[in-house]
């Protein structure tokens, strides 16, 4: 285990259905990020949380809702998705501003929208 | 602006042998450099990181990569592959400007070992 816990780790939905993905850290980092990574394809910012507010929304669809009630935790509100938004989807943390540390990464969600 | 471009989408590599995976970067400014790996169905596990100290250095697992600002490279090596290499790497950087720590990925070098 990374630090970085992601649930479910599987998730199969309808196109009409709403669901929402978890990630939890208890790594003392204050910064959350969503992720998708979809095949062949270069790993896709999402959405970037400082200090529980959001501090960038990729040009993320509204289908795709972020929540960050509080530093430990971030969760991805979905609904109406299409088939092409089945991918992994990958939460991760960092310590603070800055690039120094890197980033800690979950065990990411593999979604299938059908 | 920042970029990375991974010279190699694949690597095949016999057990016991050298792996050289390639990696080139572009940054406006002091790039932070990282390389990470992903096995089957897991996440991106942090292997390395270069932050404006020495220029080799040295990771988990036997890996190490060297920065080379010359030429722009950020090239990582192992001596001698072990069937659990086998895996996804990802070669990441971003700049020392960016204070929120957004990392730009490479598009992945899979990497296969044979017996």
């Known amino acids: 285990e990374t630090g970085v816990t992601q649930t479910p780790r599987h998730l199969v939905m309808g196109m009409t259905n709403k669901k929402s993905l978890k990630c939890e850290q208890h790594?003392?980092?204050?910064?959350m990020y969503w992720y998708k990574q979809s095949a062949k394809k270069p790993l896709e910012l999402m959405f970037v949380?400082?200090?529980?507010?959001?501090?960038e929304n990729n040009s993320v669809p509204s289908r795709f809702s972020p929540e960050c009630p509080n530093s430990s935790h971030l969760f991805l509100h979905l609904h109406t998705l299409q088939p092409e938004d089945s991918a992994l989807y990958l939460c991760a943390s960092s310590q603070g501003q800055g690039t120094a540390y890197g980033y800690t990464f979950g065990s990411g969600t593999r979604l299938t929208v059908v | 602006a920042q970029s990375v471009t991974q010279l190699d989408s694949h690597v095949s590599v016999s057990e016991g042998t050298p792996v050289l995976l390639r990696c080139n970067y572009s940054?406006?400014?002091?790039?932070?450099l990282f390389w990470y790996v992903q096995h089957p169905n897991k996440g991106l596990q942090l292997l390395l990181k270069y932050t404006s100290a020495a220029t080799l250095v040295k990771g988990i697992n036997g890996f190490e990569a060297e920065f080379k600002k010359s030429e722009t490279s950020f090239h990582l090596t192992k001596p001698s592959a072990h069937m659990s290499d086998a895996a996804e790497y990802f070669c990441v950087v971003s700049d020392l400007k960016d204070s929120w720590g957004k990392l730009q990925f490479g598009a992945g070098t899979q990497v296969v070992v044979t017996p």
């Open positions: 940054s406006s400014y002091s790039p932070s």
């Open positions: 790594l003392g980092h204050n910064a």
């Open positions: 949380y400082n200090f529980k507010e959001q501090t």
